[in-house]
């Protein structure tokens, strides 16, 4: 009798625990999902209003910031969208007298605006577009990094939201001199402009910079609903442009995803930086030759490198 007690007992502390690690687990996932109140009484986005802004069909704001020519002397108007983790206040290399001699260029029709065209400097490629082939992206590591994250914001926001702004988490500074993600050029050019403001760990902490960066991050690598690479010409009679600038030494996103995009695109014309990295549009004067290209035409030259295998490294 005695012994069956023991067996009984045992039994007892063996489901008891079990109970609480399955019960502790669930608990730890609840948190992983929940994030932190939101700062300022309640509100999600906590961001001051510091500059002109404008607001979109779904009621959010789109902050702006106004370089060059006065609008009200503009002929035309050049719209930069900043890239992930940066923000309206980022510079681009081109002096005034750029702004002044391009703007001239081009007169108005009969009081009709006109798209010049579009340039993408190294735009997104999402790993999901039905139309990239396996064989390019399977051994991408970048594939199985982003795959990672998208999970964390769509299903552990909470954990993400911890991950990286805790303290022992590398800075943001360490992180833009990292060789994984820049190459020699980029590292230069960080040393001279502000960088990624957006990601450091004081302003990752803030709910509204958090919350906005993340819901990006799900809508770059989401479902789009349709497939880029079956887009028919928007400019079907040559009147304007699109153009694609990449670094061949991009190493946040590789050349081979671009050529093979731009490859089943024929109508966008294609520019490969040969020592360029992911920080190209900071180049000195490049951002004038982009300008240049898509405003007034003219070629960019350089020495291509080497058509190597399609396969990501």
């Known amino acids: 009798m005695g012994q069956n007690n023991l067996l009984c007992s045992s039994s007892t502390m063996i489901f008891m625990a079990v109970v609480f690690t399955v019960v502790s687990l669930l608990g730890l996932f609840f948190q992983a999902t929940q994030l932190p109140p ?3 009484n309640g509100e999600s986005v906590g961001l ?3 500059s002109p802004r404008i607001r979109l069909r779904d009621g959010r704001f789109l902050a702006y910031r106004e370089r060059g020519v006065s609008k009200n002397d503009s002929i035309n108007r050049i719209i930069v969208s900043h890239g992930f983790g940066s923000s309206k206040d980022m510079n681009v290399l081109a002096t005034q007298n750029v702004w002044d001699r391009l703007l001239c260029c081009f007169k108005f029709h009969n009081d009709i605006v006109t798209l010049a065209g579009a340039a993408l400097i190294v735009p997104t490629v999402n790993y999901w577009w039905p139309s990239l082939p396996h064989s390019l992206i399977s051994k991408d590591y970048r594939r199985q990094i982003v795959q990672w994250a ?12 911890w991950w990286i702004t805790h303290t022992w988490i590398p800075s943001n500074a360490v992180l833009e001199r990292n060789p994984i993600f820049f190459n020699d050029r980029d590292i230069d050019i960080l040393k001279s402009i502000p960088g990624f403001p957006m990601l450091a760990q004081n302003k990752l902490r803030e709910r509204g910079v958090f919350d906005t960066l993340r819901h990006d991050f799900m809508v770059a690598f989401g479902e789009w609903g349709f497939d880029p690479m079956r887009l028919s010409n928007p400019f079907p009679e040559n009147g304007s442009s699109v153009h694609i600038w990449q670094g061949y030494e991009d190493r946040v996103v590789p050349f081979q995803l671009q050529r093979y995009v731009s490859g089943k695109l024929p109508w966008i014309q294609y520019h490969e930086v040969p020592d360029g990295g992911h920080l190209i549009v900071h180049y ?29 490294v």
């Not at 998208?150 to 939201?161: E, I, R």
């Open 38 to 40: 939101p700062q300022n």
């Open 284 to 312: 000195r004067g490049l951002f004038a030759t982009i300008l240049r290209a898509l405003l007034l035409g003219e070629e960019f030259c350089s020495d291509p490198k080497p058509n190597l295998s399609n396969t990501v």
């Open 48 to 50: 001051s209003v510091s």
């Open 150 to 161: 998208v999970w964390l914001s769509h299903y552990a926001p909470g954990l993400l939201y």
